[in-house]
């Protein structure tokens, strides 16, 4: 097992150029794990990561650093494998976790219908995309012009969006869900009552599942930084335009 790498700084400070902001640990850039540059697109975000490397203490915890995290994928796995992500998340909508309602448990479908609706509406009016909703776990077979019209979605958004949204559609199951955090119509805490609903539905029918329950806290808590890390994107384009 390696053991955690160890502060070897004193001092962290910011620089400015033209791609965008550098952190320094004692004058030195820090590269990606990669080796690449570590190029931040915005000054808030880039104040952030540097409170990040500040608040190490002896040992690096990497867990405490999520908008470090979130940037070094936008720039070491993003960039160089775009299509992929692409790919894979506009497949996320093809087979989204919203389209599938229980088939059995009548008061579960109820409870489906009235949370996931107004995502899926919501979806429609705002992006003009239809989604088909069925029930059970087969295949739901959405339109040639829904998937097309998904993935020119997702690619006009930049590398450095496309880090925080590939872990909100992943960890929720759903792009519409990951949309929907990403552009602020919901906020990271009302999602995921969306996103883990079967989840908790079984918590309150069958009672409480300790393993479960931390599975979910912990995928709240990767949607709540992936909310944090889009919202200082956000307010940097806001503040530039």
């Given amino acids: 097992m390696q053991s955690a790498a160890r502060r070897f700084w004193k001092e962290v400070a910011l620089t400015s150029g033209d791609e965008g902001y550098s952190v320094l640990l004692d004058n030195r850039p820090v590269k990606t794990p990669a080796g690449s540059a570590f190029v931040v697109p915005g000054r808030k975000l880039a104040e952030e990561i540097a409170k990040e490397w500040d608040a190490q203490e002896e040992k ?28 894979e998340l506009s497949g996320y909508g093809a087979s989204d976790l919203l389209c599938y309602r229980e ?19 919501w979806f429609e009016a705002s992006k003009g995309i239809r989604l088909e909703v069925a029930e059970g776990i087969m295949p739901v077979e959405q339109s040639s012009l829904a998937r097309e019209q998904m993935r020119a979605l997702v690619l006009g958004a930049d590398d450095y969006l496309l880090s925080g949204l590939h872990c909100l559609v992943t960890v929720s199951g759903s792009l519409v869900l990951g949309l929907a955090v990403a552009e602020g119509m919901v906020s990271a805490k009302e999602v995921s009552g969306a996103a883990f609903l079967d989840d908790l539905w079984q918590q309150e029918k069958w009672g409480y599942d300790a393993e479960a329950d931390g599975r979910i806290k912990s995928n709240q808590a990767l949607i709540e930084d992936a909310e944090r890390y889009l919202k200082l994107l956000e307010d940097e384009v806001e503040v530039t335009e």
Avoid: C, N
Wanted: net charge positive.
């Fill in 60 to 87: 690096i915890a990497p867990d405490t650093m999520p908008m470090f995290r979130f940037t070094v994928t936008a720039l070491d796995r993003v960039t160089p494998q775009r299509k992929a992500v692409v790919d």
């Fill in 103 to 121: 088939s059995g448990d009548r008061m579960l479908r109820s409870h489906q219908d009235k949370v996931w609706g107004p995502y899926l509406e």
